[in-house]
């Protein structure tokens, strides 16, 4: 593999949700005798009630996309919806059932009832896996370990519906067509365990239907303990793939890129580590991977603190991120160069007539921070741009606010910025501002 340097009562509103799918909304964990419904979702409910007997509770989806007990869609396609709901019938503890109803002209019946080992639902997806523009059904049952979630496939036809168990397990879960095939796998992420290394494992659908198996299967970082971000998207020219922002043990944050190579007919991982002291993307910033300037790709934060005078102890150094693409040259190009607060949660892209002799300190007492030159014998240099977060009661002191010009505000700040008077060829136009700065 490759490495590389650098990186669920159902309400009586029941309301629908969820990317063109629809679900009952949940507001306890595990609710039983729910009322009565009206419409469509009476007649859901009654069938529900009918095949789940007395006193059941209904379960829900601790994670994904699909977060309510009960989920109503047409996920093949023909024009009649489908329903999905989770539910524990009375007296049985380790047994939930996945009960799959299909509206057929009108009418709602039973299309199966498959019975879990879990007493929890971790997640609830659908994909397409054999390309016939039928959605399967995916489960992720959850474990005693949060690291260990395990799988089922449930497939539809006739009328009738069939699970396809596997021994698949996984930390996280993500969908998308890495093959360019035109169809969809599931890219299982698995942390480390004692019981397993840390791996990635493209999944798919046989061409029988009656399996599930990986494609191809990669070590990932042993050393990653959470995932903070999985995103998806082109992780280099038009290589669709995963960049993977996880912490490490020692609260670090790191990067790896994921992408099935059709040349290697493999799924690859692209590691950044810390051998080099620049292009390298393990970071203490929380700074997480993303296309920061709407290329198509995917770039990765490289994290560095600005220069600060060490005889000033009221202010602390910005972070400075160089943003990086990686390349089918194995290589990482600097698209571009920011100055970060994640105390106020903006980044300013910098200029590149400031060069390199520049830095950026934040003072949280007066919540500014200040660009100046740098000169390392010297240290700071003239200033060029404040930033100055003001409260809305702040904001309207015309005494306190003399001289700043507002670029935008959120819930929490006014963001506004001075221009120093000076003959300097780096200072900004006003226009430059609000072009270089950005909310996170």
Request: one cysteine or more; a negative charge; proline letters at 3%.
């Amino acid at each position: 593999m490759k490495k590389r340097i650098l990186t669920i009562v159902l309400t009586a509103l029941l309301s629908f949700t969820l990317s063109g799918c629809t679900g009952f909304t949940l507001n306890v964990s595990e609710l039983m005798h729910p009322p009565k419904a009206t419409g469509e979702n009476a007649e859901i409910q009654k069938l529900i009630d009918n095949h789940a007997g007395e006193n059941y509770t209904l379960k829900y989806p601790q994670s994904g996309a699909y977060r309510t007990a009960v989920t109503t869609t047409d996920y093949d396609g023909d024009g009649d919806e489908e329903a999905v709901a989770f539910y524990l019938p009375a007296g049985e503890a380790q047994t939930i059932h996945l009960l799959i109803m299909k509206e057929v002209k009108g009418e709602w019946t039973v299309v199966g009832d498959h019975v879990s080992n879990s007493t929890r639902v971790d997640r609830l997806i659908f994909a397409d896996l054999d390309g016939d523009k039928v959605k399967e059904i995916i489960v992720g049952w959850s474990s005693y370990n949060s690291l260990i979630n395990s799988i089922s496939l449930y497939l539809t036809e006739n009328g009738k519906s069939t699970e396809i168990p596997s021994d698949f397990t996984y930390t996280d879960i993500l969908v998308g067509d890495f093959t360019a095939k035109g169809r969809e796998e599931l890219m299982l992420l698995s942390l480390y365990t004692p019981e397993r290394p840390a791996t990635a494992s493209l999944v798919t659908l046989n061409d029988t239907r009656n399996n599930i198996y990986a494609i191809s299967e990669t070590p990932i970082d042993d050393d990653v303990v959470s995932f903070s971000q999985l995103l998806c998207g082109n992780v280099f020219d038009e290589q669709f793939g995963v960049a993977v922002d996880g912490v490490t043990s020692s609260g670090t944050y790191c990067t790896q890129l994921l992408y099935y190579s059709e040349y290697f007919a493999s799924l690859q991982r692209v590691s950044f580590t810390d051998d080099t002291p620049v292009n390298q993307a393990t970071r203490s910033y929380a700074i997480k991977c993303c296309d920061i300037d709407s290329d198509g790709i995917i770039e990765v934060p490289n994290t560095f603190r600005m220069n600060l005078d060490q005889t000033q102890v009221d202010v602390v150094p910005a972070a400075l991120i160089y943003w990086c693409e990686y390349t089918s040259l194995d290589q990482m190009v600097v698209d571009r160069k920011d100055a970060a607060s994640l105390v106020y949660g903006f980044y300013f892209s910098i200029p590149e007539r400031w060069g390199d002799d520049i830095t950026a300190y934040a003072n949280f007492s007066t919540n500014e921070i200040t660009f100046c030159q740098w000169d390392d014998k010297n240290g700071f240099g003239d200033q060029l741009l404040v930033i100055k977060m003001f409260t809305p009661e702040g904001w309207e002191d015309e005494v306190s606010s003399r001289g700043y010009t507002e670029i935008t505000r959120n819930d929490s700040y006014i963001y506004t910025f001075s221009v120093p008077q000076s003959n300097s060829s780096l200072l900004l136009t006003n226009d430059e501002v609000i072009e270089a700065f950005s909310l996170m």
